[in-house]
């Protein structure tokens, strides 16, 4: 009986990451939104969907490295969605942080979007949905 649980419990949290990810990567995809604002929108809508849409606006100056091509603004969306679904403990915010730059790096070499590009082309579309679905994963992980 245990097992059974634990094993429809995991499918779920699967099927919440592969949902989250598939989200992130399409509105990216559509245009309306760059990858800051579609990993910090999937986020949102499937895990604090009470925030309102107009948090993602705050995202709306980090996509492309934040104009200046460094940090990835799909981590970036993904460290202000912690911010936001555990905004009572700022410990675990950084913690969740480091956890997603350390996950990345090892997936990508480096968090900086020029950087990546040079290694990585026409990679934006799906690496936003793979650090939305990390995010919902890890969100999730916490007991969310």
Same mark, same amino acid.
């Given at each position: 009986m245990y097992r059974k649980k634990l094993k429809k419990e995991e499918t779920v949290m699967e099927n919440r990451t592969e949902k989250v990810d598939a989200e992130a990567e399409g509105l990216y995809r559509s245009g309306k939104m760059h990858c800051?604002?579609?990993v910090l929108a999937a986020v949102m809508r499937n895990f604090m969907p009470e925030a309102g849409e107009?948090? %993602?606006?705050?995202?709306?100056?980090?996509?492309?490295?934040?104009?200046a091509g460094c940090i990835c603004g799909a981590v970036v969306g993904g460290t202000m969605a912690f911010g936001l679904?555990?905004?009572?403990?700022?410990?675990? %915010?950084?913690?969740?942080t480091r956890e997603l730059h350390r996950w990345f790096q090892e997936e990508y070499g480096a968090t900086c979007c020029k950087t990546i590009l040079k290694t990585h082309k026409k990679i934006c579309y799906e690496l936003t949905g793979r650090v939305a679905g990390k995010v919902a994963e890890m969100v999730q992980l916490e007991g969310i």
């Amino acid at each position: 009986m245990y097992r059974k649980k634990l094993k429809k419990e995991e499918t779920v949290m699967e099927n919440r990451t592969e949902k989250v990810d598939a989200e992130a990567e399409g509105l990216y995809r559509s245009g309306k939104m760059h990858c800051a604002e579609a990993v910090l929108a999937a986020v949102m809508r499937n895990f604090m969907p009470e925030a309102g849409e107009e948090m %993602v606006r705050l995202a709306a100056g980090f996509g492309g490295g934040s104009g200046a091509g460094c940090i990835c603004g799909a981590v970036v969306g993904g460290t202000m969605a912690f911010g936001l679904i555990f905004s009572d403990d700022r410990n675990q %915010v950084k913690r969740l942080t480091r956890e997603l730059h350390r996950w990345f790096q090892e997936e990508y070499g480096a968090t900086c979007c020029k950087t990546i590009l040079k290694t990585h082309k026409k990679i934006c579309y799906e690496l936003t949905g793979r650090v939305a679905g990390k995010v919902a994963e890890m969100v999730q992980l916490e007991g969310i």
